[in-house]
Protein backbone atom coordinates (compact mmCIF):
# COMPACT_ATOMS: atom_id res chain seq x y z
CA UNK A 1 0.00 0.00 0.00
CA UNK A 2 1.31 3.58 -0.90
CA UNK A 3 1.97 6.21 2.13
CA UNK A 4 1.61 9.88 1.68
CA UNK A 5 2.22 12.01 4.44
CA UNK A 6 1.18 15.89 4.68
CA UNK A 7 3.91 18.74 5.66
CA UNK A 8 2.33 19.07 8.97
CA UNK A 9 1.94 14.71 9.32
CA UNK A 10 -0.98 14.24 8.05
CA UNK A 11 -0.68 9.78 7.09
CA UNK A 12 -3.42 8.64 4.48
CA UNK A 13 -2.22 5.44 2.97
CA UNK A 14 -3.85 4.21 -0.49
CA UNK A 15 -6.51 1.54 0.43
CA UNK A 16 -6.25 0.57 -3.41
CA UNK A 17 -3.59 -2.02 -4.46
CA UNK A 18 -1.09 -0.21 -6.89
CA UNK A 19 -0.82 -2.67 -9.23
CA UNK A 20 -5.07 -1.32 -9.92
CA UNK A 21 -4.52 1.77 -9.85
CA UNK A 22 -1.95 1.71 -12.61
CA UNK A 23 -4.16 -0.71 -15.08
CA UNK A 24 -6.67 2.13 -14.55
CA UNK A 25 -4.36 4.52 -15.89
CA UNK A 26 -2.75 1.75 -18.94
CA UNK A 27 -6.45 1.60 -19.78
CA UNK A 28 -7.02 5.18 -19.93
CA UNK A 29 -9.84 5.58 -17.14
CA UNK A 30 -7.18 7.66 -15.82
CA UNK A 31 -5.13 10.40 -17.13
CA UNK A 32 -2.19 9.73 -15.17
CA UNK A 33 -2.01 14.18 -14.78
CA UNK A 34 -2.60 16.56 -11.98
CA UNK A 35 -5.51 19.18 -11.74
CA UNK A 36 -4.05 22.05 -12.42
CA UNK A 37 -1.86 20.94 -15.59
CA UNK A 38 -5.20 19.24 -16.75
CA UNK A 39 -6.26 22.65 -16.17
CA UNK A 40 -3.70 24.34 -18.31
CA UNK A 41 -4.24 21.82 -21.02
CA UNK A 42 -8.06 23.54 -21.25
CA UNK A 43 -7.01 27.38 -20.68
CA UNK A 44 -4.30 26.88 -23.82
CA UNK A 45 -7.07 25.47 -26.06
CA UNK A 46 -9.60 27.92 -25.59
CA UNK A 47 -8.39 30.74 -23.23
CA UNK A 48 -11.73 33.12 -23.84
CA UNK A 49 -14.29 30.34 -23.37
CA UNK A 50 -16.47 31.35 -20.38
CA UNK A 51 -15.09 29.18 -17.41
CA UNK A 52 -17.10 30.36 -14.22
CA UNK A 53 -20.43 32.50 -14.45
CA UNK A 54 -21.11 33.89 -10.98
CA UNK A 55 -23.16 37.17 -9.33
CA UNK A 56 -19.83 39.04 -9.97
CA UNK A 57 -20.18 38.56 -13.81
CA UNK A 58 -18.08 36.27 -16.34
CA UNK A 59 -14.53 35.23 -15.75
CA UNK A 60 -12.74 33.39 -18.95
CA UNK A 61 -10.19 30.25 -18.46
CA UNK A 62 -7.49 32.77 -19.32
CA UNK A 63 -9.01 35.17 -16.70
CA UNK A 64 -9.43 32.43 -14.36
CA UNK A 65 -5.49 31.30 -14.63
CA UNK A 66 -4.28 34.64 -14.07
CA UNK A 67 -6.51 34.36 -10.94
CA UNK A 68 -5.13 31.17 -9.85
CA UNK A 69 -1.55 32.07 -10.27
CA UNK A 70 -1.89 35.37 -8.03
CA UNK A 71 -3.47 33.58 -5.70
CA UNK A 72 -0.77 30.50 -5.52
CA UNK A 73 1.54 33.32 -5.31
CA UNK A 74 -0.30 34.92 -2.07
CA UNK A 75 -0.86 31.73 -0.74
CA UNK A 76 2.80 30.65 -0.89
CA UNK A 77 3.74 34.19 0.60
CA UNK A 78 1.37 33.15 3.68
CA UNK A 79 3.35 29.96 4.42
CA UNK A 80 1.29 27.46 2.16
CA UNK A 81 3.36 24.75 0.96
CA UNK A 82 3.03 21.40 -0.98
CA UNK A 83 1.30 18.54 0.65
CA UNK A 84 -0.29 21.06 3.40
CA UNK A 85 -3.98 20.73 3.79
CA UNK A 86 -5.50 24.17 2.97
CA UNK A 87 -9.68 24.29 3.79
CA UNK A 88 -11.68 26.69 1.94
CA UNK A 89 -15.19 27.72 3.58
CA UNK A 90 -16.61 29.64 0.65
CA UNK A 91 -19.99 30.12 -0.96
CA UNK A 92 -19.71 28.76 -4.88
CA UNK A 93 -18.38 31.63 -7.18
CA UNK A 94 -15.08 32.17 -8.32
CA UNK A 95 -13.02 32.61 -5.35
CA UNK A 96 -13.66 28.54 -4.27
CA UNK A 97 -13.03 27.50 -7.87
CA UNK A 98 -9.39 29.93 -8.00
CA UNK A 99 -8.79 28.18 -4.50
CA UNK A 100 -9.17 24.97 -5.62
CA UNK A 101 -7.49 25.58 -8.75
CA UNK A 102 -4.21 27.34 -6.57
CA UNK A 103 -3.77 24.63 -4.03
CA UNK A 104 -3.70 22.14 -6.89
CA UNK A 105 -1.34 24.07 -8.87
CA UNK A 106 1.12 24.30 -5.35
CA UNK A 107 0.68 20.57 -5.11
CA UNK A 108 -1.32 21.17 -1.19
CA UNK A 109 -4.84 19.53 -0.88
CA UNK A 110 -8.28 20.76 -0.95
CA UNK A 111 -10.38 20.95 2.24
CA UNK A 112 -14.07 22.54 0.86
CA UNK A 113 -16.14 23.21 3.82
CA UNK A 114 -19.89 23.92 3.11
CA UNK A 115 -20.87 27.26 4.27
CA UNK A 116 -23.73 26.11 6.05
CA UNK A 117 -21.18 24.57 8.71
CA UNK A 118 -20.74 26.30 11.82
CA UNK A 119 -17.13 27.72 12.78
CA UNK A 120 -16.65 24.98 15.49
CA UNK A 121 -17.09 22.31 12.78
CA UNK A 122 -14.59 24.49 10.04
CA UNK A 123 -12.30 24.18 12.59
CA UNK A 124 -12.59 20.81 14.13
CA UNK A 125 -12.17 19.45 10.21
CA UNK A 126 -9.02 21.53 9.78
CA UNK A 127 -7.25 20.42 13.12
CA UNK A 128 -8.23 16.42 12.25
CA UNK A 129 -6.71 16.65 9.09
CA UNK A 130 -3.45 18.95 10.45
CA UNK A 131 -4.25 21.57 7.70
CA UNK A 132 -1.90 24.87 7.36
CA UNK A 133 -4.71 27.87 6.33
CA UNK A 134 -8.30 28.27 6.43
CA UNK A 135 -9.56 30.63 3.91
CA UNK A 136 -12.77 32.29 4.55
CA UNK A 137 -15.10 35.38 3.76
CA UNK A 138 -13.47 38.44 5.51
CA UNK A 139 -16.03 38.70 8.71
CA UNK A 140 -15.83 35.34 9.18
CA UNK A 141 -12.38 35.16 9.10
CA UNK A 142 -12.40 38.31 11.99
CA UNK A 143 -14.55 35.97 13.96
CA UNK A 144 -13.01 32.72 14.13
CA UNK A 145 -9.92 34.76 14.61
CA UNK A 146 -11.32 36.71 18.19
CA UNK A 147 -12.80 33.27 19.31
CA UNK A 148 -10.09 30.76 18.28
CA UNK A 149 -6.89 32.41 19.18
CA UNK A 150 -4.70 29.43 19.32
CA UNK A 151 -5.98 27.07 17.05
CA UNK A 152 -6.32 28.51 13.60
CA UNK A 153 -4.53 29.42 10.94
CA UNK A 154 -6.88 31.73 8.89
CA UNK A 155 -6.74 33.89 5.61
CA UNK A 156 -9.63 36.21 4.67
CA UNK A 157 -11.38 36.67 0.98
CA UNK A 158 -12.69 39.54 1.23
CA UNK A 159 -14.87 41.64 -1.54
CA UNK A 160 -12.28 43.68 -3.04
CA UNK A 161 -10.41 42.53 -5.95
CA UNK A 162 -6.66 44.12 -4.77
CA UNK A 163 -4.86 41.65 -2.23
CA UNK A 164 -4.32 43.58 1.02
CA UNK A 165 -3.44 42.87 4.71
CA UNK A 166 -4.26 44.36 7.67
CA UNK A 167 -6.54 42.72 9.49
CA UNK A 168 -5.73 41.28 13.06
CA UNK A 169 -3.19 38.95 13.42
CA UNK A 170 -4.17 35.62 14.21
CA UNK A 171 -2.79 33.03 16.11
CA UNK A 172 -2.71 29.58 15.51
CA UNK A 173 -0.91 26.42 16.91
CA UNK A 174 2.00 28.10 17.60
CA UNK A 175 2.69 31.48 15.38
CA UNK A 176 0.88 32.08 12.47
CA UNK A 177 3.27 31.86 9.27
CA UNK A 178 2.97 35.45 8.25
CA UNK A 179 1.26 36.81 11.73
CA UNK A 180 -1.96 38.00 9.81
CA UNK A 181 -5.15 37.82 8.62
CA UNK A 182 -4.08 38.13 5.24
CA UNK A 183 -6.36 38.57 1.80
CA UNK A 184 -5.09 35.37 -0.55
CA UNK A 185 -7.88 36.74 -3.05
CA UNK A 186 -5.76 37.14 -6.75
CA UNK A 187 -6.10 39.64 -9.04
CA UNK A 188 -8.58 39.44 -12.11
CA UNK A 189 -6.48 40.60 -14.45
CA UNK A 190 -4.27 39.64 -16.95
CA UNK A 191 -0.94 37.50 -16.20
CA UNK A 192 2.42 39.55 -15.63
CA UNK A 193 4.79 39.94 -13.29
CA UNK A 194 4.18 39.03 -10.07
CA UNK A 195 1.29 36.36 -10.84
CA UNK A 196 3.85 34.08 -12.06
CA UNK A 197 3.12 30.81 -10.82
CA UNK A 198 5.64 30.01 -8.57
CA UNK A 199 8.11 27.39 -9.82
CA UNK A 200 7.64 28.42 -13.25
CA UNK A 201 7.14 25.84 -16.21
CA UNK A 202 8.92 23.43 -14.20
CA UNK A 203 7.24 23.33 -11.13
CA UNK A 204 7.16 20.19 -9.44
CA UNK A 205 3.95 18.91 -10.58
CA UNK A 206 2.54 16.17 -7.72
CA UNK A 207 1.85 12.50 -8.22
CA UNK A 208 -1.40 11.95 -9.89
CA UNK A 209 -1.96 9.31 -7.50
CA UNK A 210 -1.08 11.05 -4.50
CA UNK A 211 -3.91 13.61 -2.45
CA UNK A 212 -5.62 16.64 -4.31
CA UNK A 213 -9.21 16.83 -2.25
CA UNK A 214 -11.02 15.81 0.89
CA UNK A 215 -14.41 15.67 0.89
CA UNK A 216 -17.14 15.39 3.57
CA UNK A 217 -19.66 13.27 4.63
CA UNK A 218 -21.25 12.31 7.86
CA UNK A 219 -20.53 9.59 10.08
CA UNK A 220 -22.89 7.42 11.62
CA UNK A 221 -23.12 9.53 15.26
CA UNK A 222 -23.87 12.32 12.70
CA UNK A 223 -20.10 13.78 13.14
CA UNK A 224 -18.51 14.88 9.94
CA UNK A 225 -16.08 12.56 8.30
CA UNK A 226 -13.53 13.49 5.50
CA UNK A 227 -12.35 11.18 2.44
CA UNK A 228 -9.40 11.55 0.86
CA UNK A 229 -9.47 11.56 -3.16
CA UNK A 230 -6.51 11.71 -5.55
CA UNK A 231 -6.05 13.91 -8.58
CA UNK A 232 -6.23 10.60 -10.82
CA UNK A 233 -9.52 9.52 -8.82
CA UNK A 234 -11.37 12.77 -9.45
CA UNK A 235 -10.52 13.13 -13.01
CA UNK A 236 -10.26 9.95 -13.85
CA UNK A 237 -13.36 8.28 -12.14
CA UNK A 238 -15.44 10.77 -11.23
CA UNK A 239 -14.19 12.52 -14.53
CA UNK A 240 -15.84 9.57 -16.48
CA UNK A 241 -19.10 9.69 -14.36
CA UNK A 242 -19.73 13.53 -15.54
CA UNK A 243 -18.35 12.97 -18.46
CA UNK A 244 -21.55 10.30 -19.42
CA UNK A 245 -24.00 13.11 -17.94
CA UNK A 246 -22.54 15.91 -20.27
CA UNK A 247 -23.26 12.88 -22.89
CA UNK A 248 -21.29 14.40 -25.88
CA UNK A 249 -22.70 18.02 -25.20
CA UNK A 250 -19.37 20.14 -25.88
CA UNK A 251 -18.78 22.77 -24.59
CA UNK A 252 -21.42 21.99 -21.74
CA UNK A 253 -22.58 24.51 -19.48
CA UNK A 254 -23.19 23.47 -15.76
CA UNK A 255 -25.67 25.56 -13.85
CA UNK A 256 -24.47 24.07 -10.23
CA UNK A 257 -27.08 24.63 -7.81
CA UNK A 258 -25.02 22.41 -4.85
CA UNK A 259 -22.56 23.67 -3.00
CA UNK A 260 -19.48 23.17 -4.86
CA UNK A 261 -18.19 21.96 -1.41
CA UNK A 262 -19.91 19.07 -1.78
CA UNK A 263 -19.70 15.77 -2.61
CA UNK A 264 -22.07 16.12 -5.69
CA UNK A 265 -21.07 19.74 -5.94
CA UNK A 266 -17.55 18.24 -6.90
CA UNK A 267 -18.40 17.66 -10.70
CA UNK A 268 -18.26 21.15 -11.15
CA UNK A 269 -14.54 21.16 -10.67
CA UNK A 270 -14.26 18.28 -13.12
CA UNK A 271 -16.49 19.06 -15.42
CA UNK A 272 -13.83 22.38 -15.66
CA UNK A 273 -10.67 20.86 -15.76
CA UNK A 274 -11.49 17.32 -17.47
CA UNK A 275 -14.38 18.55 -20.21
CA UNK A 276 -13.95 22.24 -20.38
CA UNK A 277 -17.22 23.32 -19.23
CA UNK A 278 -18.66 26.63 -18.07
CA UNK A 279 -19.80 26.56 -14.99
CA UNK A 280 -22.60 29.02 -13.75
CA UNK A 281 -22.89 29.19 -9.79
CA UNK A 282 -24.65 31.14 -7.46
CA UNK A 283 -24.08 31.23 -4.04
CA UNK A 284 -27.41 30.90 -2.39
CA UNK A 285 -30.57 29.30 -4.38
CA UNK A 286 -33.40 30.40 -4.86
CA UNK A 287 -36.36 28.71 -7.11
CA UNK A 288 -37.78 31.82 -9.33
CA UNK A 289 -34.04 33.37 -9.53
CA UNK A 290 -32.67 29.93 -10.75
CA UNK A 291 -35.14 29.94 -13.43
CA UNK A 292 -34.22 33.48 -14.45
CA UNK A 293 -30.40 32.66 -14.54
CA UNK A 294 -31.30 29.80 -16.87
CA UNK A 295 -32.87 32.40 -19.37
CA UNK A 296 -30.17 34.76 -19.09
CA UNK A 297 -26.99 32.39 -19.28
CA UNK A 298 -28.32 29.65 -20.73
CA UNK A 299 -26.69 26.62 -19.44
CA UNK A 300 -27.18 23.12 -21.18
CA UNK A 301 -27.25 20.92 -17.64
CA UNK A 302 -29.04 22.01 -14.36
CA UNK A 303 -27.85 20.56 -11.74
CA UNK A 304 -29.46 20.03 -8.26
CA UNK A 305 -31.34 17.96 -5.54
CA UNK A 306 -34.96 16.77 -6.15
CA UNK A 307 -35.84 18.82 -3.52
CA UNK A 308 -34.25 21.49 -5.47
CA UNK A 309 -36.05 20.90 -8.85
CA UNK A 310 -39.42 20.29 -7.14
CA UNK A 311 -39.55 23.74 -6.08
CA UNK A 312 -38.40 25.00 -9.82
CA UNK A 313 -40.89 22.92 -11.16
CA UNK A 314 -43.50 24.16 -9.33
CA UNK A 315 -43.07 27.99 -9.45
CA UNK A 316 -45.70 29.44 -11.60
CA UNK A 317 -42.88 31.42 -13.95
CA UNK A 318 -42.54 32.13 -17.62
CA UNK A 319 -38.80 31.69 -17.66
CA UNK A 320 -37.19 30.22 -21.11
CA UNK A 321 -35.30 26.85 -20.13
CA UNK A 322 -35.19 25.59 -23.76
CA UNK A 323 -30.97 25.32 -23.60
CA UNK A 324 -31.11 22.69 -21.26
CA UNK A 325 -30.63 19.27 -22.74
CA UNK A 326 -30.11 17.65 -19.18
CA UNK A 327 -31.50 17.40 -15.92
CA UNK A 328 -29.51 15.95 -13.12
CA UNK A 329 -30.62 14.87 -10.01
CA UNK A 330 -28.29 13.46 -6.69
CA UNK A 331 -28.31 14.07 -2.95
CA UNK A 332 -31.84 12.21 -2.03
CA UNK A 333 -34.27 9.34 -3.51
CA UNK A 334 -35.40 10.53 -7.01
CA UNK A 335 -38.92 10.02 -6.30
CA UNK A 336 -41.79 9.63 -9.23
CA UNK A 337 -43.43 12.89 -8.73
CA UNK A 338 -40.41 14.91 -9.05
CA UNK A 339 -39.07 13.07 -12.27
CA UNK A 340 -42.59 14.07 -13.41
CA UNK A 341 -42.87 17.28 -12.56
CA UNK A 342 -39.35 18.45 -14.49
CA UNK A 343 -40.46 16.05 -17.02
CA UNK A 344 -43.66 18.64 -17.42
CA UNK A 345 -41.65 21.84 -16.76
CA UNK A 346 -38.14 21.41 -18.47
CA UNK A 347 -39.02 19.04 -21.33
CA UNK A 348 -36.22 16.72 -20.07
CA UNK A 349 -35.94 13.63 -18.19
CA UNK A 350 -34.37 13.48 -14.64
CA UNK A 351 -30.96 12.33 -14.78
CA UNK A 352 -30.78 10.02 -11.31
CA UNK A 353 -27.34 9.29 -9.85
CA UNK A 354 -26.58 7.05 -6.82
CA UNK A 355 -23.05 7.85 -5.07
CA UNK A 356 -21.40 8.76 -2.21
CA UNK A 357 -18.60 10.27 -0.71
CA UNK A 358 -17.53 7.12 0.35
CA UNK A 359 -16.72 6.37 -3.43
CA UNK A 360 -19.48 4.91 -4.94
CA UNK A 361 -21.45 5.87 -8.32
CA UNK A 362 -23.86 4.59 -10.49
CA UNK A 363 -26.76 6.55 -12.50
CA UNK A 364 -29.35 6.62 -15.46
CA UNK A 365 -27.58 8.54 -17.98
CA UNK A 366 -27.90 6.20 -20.20
CA UNK A 367 -31.22 6.25 -20.55
CA UNK A 368 -32.31 9.24 -18.66
CA UNK A 369 -36.09 8.58 -19.62
CA UNK A 370 -36.62 5.47 -18.24
CA UNK A 371 -37.27 6.00 -14.30
CA UNK A 372 -38.50 3.31 -11.91
CA UNK A 373 -38.17 3.52 -8.14
CA UNK A 374 -35.28 1.86 -6.81
CA UNK A 375 -32.90 2.34 -10.53
CA UNK A 376 -29.70 3.49 -10.34
CA UNK A 377 -28.70 2.38 -13.75
CA UNK A 378 -25.82 0.16 -15.83
CA UNK A 379 -22.26 0.43 -13.69
CA UNK A 380 -19.74 1.31 -15.39
CA UNK A 381 -16.27 -0.33 -14.67
CA UNK A 382 -14.67 3.44 -15.90
CA UNK A 383 -16.55 4.70 -12.77
CA UNK A 384 -16.47 1.82 -10.17
CA UNK A 385 -17.50 -1.69 -10.49
CA UNK A 386 -20.05 -2.52 -8.50
CA UNK A 387 -20.58 -6.06 -6.30
CA UNK A 388 -23.96 -7.14 -4.55
CA UNK A 389 -22.45 -9.06 -1.68
CA UNK A 390 -23.80 -11.04 1.52
CA UNK A 391 -22.52 -10.12 5.56
CA UNK A 392 -19.41 -12.42 4.99
CA UNK A 393 -18.39 -10.27 1.53
CA UNK A 394 -19.70 -12.92 -1.22
CA UNK A 395 -20.94 -11.92 -4.15
CA UNK A 396 -24.38 -13.05 -4.36
CA UNK A 397 -26.35 -14.27 -7.35
CA UNK A 398 -27.78 -11.20 -9.44
CA UNK A 399 -31.86 -10.41 -8.36
CA UNK A 400 -30.61 -11.66 -5.07
CA UNK A 401 -30.51 -8.90 -2.09
CA UNK A 402 -27.00 -7.57 -0.45
CA UNK A 403 -25.04 -4.94 0.66
CA UNK A 404 -23.84 -3.10 -2.51
CA UNK A 405 -19.71 -3.00 -2.57
CA UNK A 406 -17.81 -0.61 -5.11
CA UNK A 407 -14.44 -0.58 -6.29
CA UNK A 408 -12.82 1.26 -9.88
CA UNK A 409 -11.13 4.40 -10.72
CA UNK A 410 -13.33 6.88 -9.01
CA UNK A 411 -12.16 4.98 -5.56
CA UNK A 412 -10.74 7.41 -2.99
CA UNK A 413 -7.62 6.58 -0.96
CA UNK A 414 -9.16 6.18 2.19
CA UNK A 415 -11.10 7.98 5.40
CA UNK A 416 -8.41 11.07 6.46
CA UNK A 417 -8.08 10.52 10.53
CA UNK A 418 -10.49 7.88 10.55
CA UNK A 419 -8.74 3.88 10.81
CA UNK A 420 -11.79 3.15 12.20
CA UNK A 421 -13.90 3.67 9.80
CA UNK A 422 -12.22 2.44 7.01
CA UNK A 423 -11.61 -0.71 9.48
CA UNK A 424 -15.86 -0.86 9.00
CA UNK A 425 -16.03 0.60 5.43
CA UNK A 426 -13.31 -0.51 3.51
CA UNK A 427 -12.35 -4.23 2.42
CA UNK A 428 -9.06 -5.86 2.18
CA UNK A 429 -8.78 -5.27 -1.14
CA UNK A 430 -9.49 -1.42 -1.58
CA UNK A 431 -13.56 -1.88 -2.24
CA UNK A 432 -15.76 0.55 -0.38
CA UNK A 433 -18.72 -1.04 1.59
CA UNK A 434 -21.80 1.28 1.15
CA UNK A 435 -23.92 0.09 3.72
CA UNK A 436 -26.63 0.28 1.11
CA UNK A 437 -29.21 -2.70 0.58
CA UNK A 438 -29.41 -3.34 -3.61
CA UNK A 439 -29.56 -5.72 -6.05
CA UNK A 440 -27.81 -6.29 -9.70
CA UNK A 441 -30.43 -7.56 -12.08
CA UNK A 442 -29.84 -9.87 -14.95
CA UNK A 443 -29.22 -7.05 -17.52
CA UNK A 444 -26.77 -5.54 -15.44
CA UNK A 445 -28.91 -2.53 -13.84
CA UNK A 446 -28.45 -1.80 -10.06
CA UNK A 447 -31.28 -0.92 -7.98
CA UNK A 448 -30.93 0.52 -4.50
CA UNK A 449 -33.49 -1.09 -2.30
CA UNK A 450 -32.94 0.35 0.97
CA UNK A 451 -29.89 1.88 3.70
CA UNK A 452 -28.32 -0.32 6.07
CA UNK A 453 -27.53 2.88 8.02
CA UNK A 454 -29.74 4.73 9.70
CA UNK A 455 -29.99 7.82 8.03
CA UNK A 456 -32.72 10.61 7.48
CA UNK A 457 -31.89 12.17 4.15
CA UNK A 458 -33.90 15.86 3.91
CA UNK A 459 -33.70 18.02 1.18
CA UNK A 460 -30.37 16.35 -0.12
CA UNK A 461 -28.75 16.51 3.41
CA UNK A 462 -27.74 13.30 5.09
CA UNK A 463 -28.56 13.52 8.89
CA UNK A 464 -27.74 10.48 10.89
CA UNK A 465 -30.32 10.72 14.26
CA UNK A 466 -28.15 9.09 16.65
CA UNK A 467 -26.23 12.10 17.76
CA UNK A 468 -29.76 13.99 17.99
CA UNK A 469 -30.87 10.88 20.07
CA UNK A 470 -28.09 10.90 22.78
CA UNK A 471 -28.65 14.70 23.41
CA UNK A 472 -32.19 14.47 23.56
CA UNK A 473 -31.62 11.60 26.77
CA UNK A 474 -29.31 13.65 28.63
CA UNK A 475 -32.36 16.32 29.37
CA UNK A 476 -33.61 15.44 32.52
CA UNK A 477 -37.33 15.39 31.21
CA UNK A 478 -36.47 12.24 28.82
CA UNK A 479 -36.76 9.05 29.57
CA UNK A 480 -36.57 7.49 25.85
CA UNK A 481 -36.29 9.55 22.85
CA UNK A 482 -35.99 7.74 19.23
CA UNK A 483 -35.29 9.83 15.43
CA UNK A 484 -37.05 8.57 12.42
CA UNK A 485 -37.88 9.99 9.23
CA UNK A 486 -40.89 11.02 8.01
CA UNK A 487 -42.17 11.73 4.25
CA UNK A 488 -42.15 15.11 3.20
CA UNK A 489 -43.37 16.39 -0.34
CA UNK A 490 -41.27 19.38 -0.32
CA UNK A 491 -37.73 17.85 1.42
CA UNK A 492 -38.27 14.03 0.65
CA UNK A 493 -37.93 13.85 4.74
CA UNK A 494 -37.80 15.48 7.62
CA UNK A 495 -36.68 13.96 11.01
CA UNK A 496 -39.29 13.04 13.94
CA UNK A 497 -38.16 12.69 17.61
CA UNK A 498 -40.38 10.08 19.08
CA UNK A 499 -39.68 11.13 23.08
CA UNK A 500 -40.67 9.55 25.97
CA UNK A 501 -41.02 11.85 28.90
CA UNK A 502 -39.87 11.07 32.37
CA UNK A 503 -42.26 10.29 34.98
CA UNK A 504 -43.92 13.60 36.53
CA UNK A 505 -41.94 15.28 33.50
CA UNK A 506 -43.97 17.40 31.02
CA UNK A 507 -40.98 19.16 28.37
CA UNK A 508 -41.98 21.13 25.84
CA UNK A 509 -41.35 20.83 22.06
CA UNK A 510 -39.81 23.99 22.20
CA UNK A 511 -37.64 23.55 25.68
CA UNK A 512 -36.50 20.35 23.84
CA UNK A 513 -35.14 22.28 20.60
CA UNK A 514 -33.43 24.56 23.05
CA UNK A 515 -31.86 21.79 24.95
CA UNK A 516 -30.15 20.35 21.76
CA UNK A 517 -29.38 24.12 20.02
CA UNK A 518 -28.26 26.10 23.37
CA UNK A 519 -26.73 23.20 25.55
CA UNK A 520 -25.16 20.74 22.89
CA UNK A 521 -24.22 23.90 20.24
CA UNK A 522 -26.62 21.82 17.59
CA UNK A 523 -26.32 23.48 14.00
CA UNK A 524 -29.79 24.52 12.91
CA UNK A 525 -30.36 22.15 10.34
CA UNK A 526 -29.10 19.19 12.67
CA UNK A 527 -32.72 19.66 14.45
CA UNK A 528 -35.37 17.65 14.30
CA UNK A 529 -38.58 19.50 13.25
CA UNK A 530 -41.26 17.72 15.13
CA UNK A 531 -41.34 15.82 18.09
CA UNK A 532 -43.89 13.51 19.04
CA UNK A 533 -44.23 12.22 22.47
CA UNK A 534 -45.61 9.01 23.25
CA UNK A 535 -46.41 7.26 27.31
CA UNK A 536 -44.26 3.90 25.17
CA UNK A 537 -42.12 3.27 22.70
CA UNK A 538 -43.23 -0.05 20.76
CA UNK A 539 -41.03 -2.73 21.19
CA UNK A 540 -40.39 -6.10 18.80
CA UNK A 541 -40.47 -9.28 19.80
CA UNK A 542 -36.18 -9.20 20.49
CA UNK A 543 -37.25 -6.74 23.37
CA UNK A 544 -35.76 -3.62 20.46
CA UNK A 545 -37.55 -0.60 19.96
CA UNK A 546 -39.67 -1.56 16.82
CA UNK A 547 -38.11 1.49 14.49
CA UNK A 548 -40.98 0.23 11.59
CA UNK A 549 -43.71 0.52 14.16
CA UNK A 550 -42.36 3.91 15.24
CA UNK A 551 -42.15 5.44 11.95
CA UNK A 552 -45.58 4.64 11.26
CA UNK A 553 -46.77 5.97 14.16
CA UNK A 554 -44.73 9.28 13.79
CA UNK A 555 -46.01 9.71 9.98
CA UNK A 556 -49.22 9.18 10.72
CA UNK A 557 -48.58 12.21 13.81
CA UNK A 558 -47.25 14.58 11.63
CA UNK A 559 -49.97 14.38 9.03
CA UNK A 560 -52.41 15.31 11.80
CA UNK A 561 -50.26 18.19 12.67
CA UNK A 562 -48.54 19.82 9.30
CA UNK A 563 -46.42 22.60 11.41
CA UNK A 564 -42.76 22.31 11.70
CA UNK A 565 -41.53 23.53 14.47
CA UNK A 566 -38.20 25.46 13.64
CA UNK A 567 -40.31 27.15 11.06
CA UNK A 568 -37.24 27.30 8.47
CA UNK A 569 -37.64 26.13 5.34
CA UNK A 570 -33.74 25.74 4.98
Partial sequence: MTTWTSAEGLVLTDLVPAALRADWVARGWCPDRDLYSL??????????????????????????????????????????????????????????????????????????????????????????????????????????????????????????????TGAPACQGPGEPRDGTVADVRGSAGPRGAGERLPGGPGR????????????????????????????????????????????????????????????????????????????????????????????????????GVPTMLRRMALLDHGADTSSLTAVVASGAPLHGEVYDLCVRRFGRPVVNVYGSTDGVNCHTARDPWRWEPGLAGRPDP?????????????????????????????????????????????????????????????????????????TVIRGGVTLYPARVEDALSAHPGVDEAHCVPVPDPDLGERMCACVRPSPGAAPTEEELLAHLRDRHGMDTRLLPEHVLFLPSVPLGPTGKVCTGTLTRMAAEAVRARTTVLTGDPR
Avoid at 150 to 155: E, K
Avoid at 270 to 291: I, K, M, N, Q, Y
Avoid at 393 to 414: K, N, S, Y
Fill in 204 to 303: NRPDPESPARVLLSSGSEGEPTMVAYSHNAMAGGRGSYVGALIRGQEPPRVLLLVSTASSFGSLGLVALVRHGATLVTSERFDPGGTLETIERHRPTHLV
Fill in 382 to 454: AVARISVRDREGRPVAPGELGEVWALGPMTPLCHVAAPALDRERRSGEGWVRTGDVGRLGGDGDLWVVDRLRR
Fill in 39 to 164: FLERVRAHPGRDAVVDERGTLSYADLDGRVRATAALLTAHGVRERDVVGVLLPNGRDATTLDLAAAALGAVVLPVPPGRSDADALGLLTRARGALLVTEGPRAARIARAHRGRARVAAVDAVTAPH
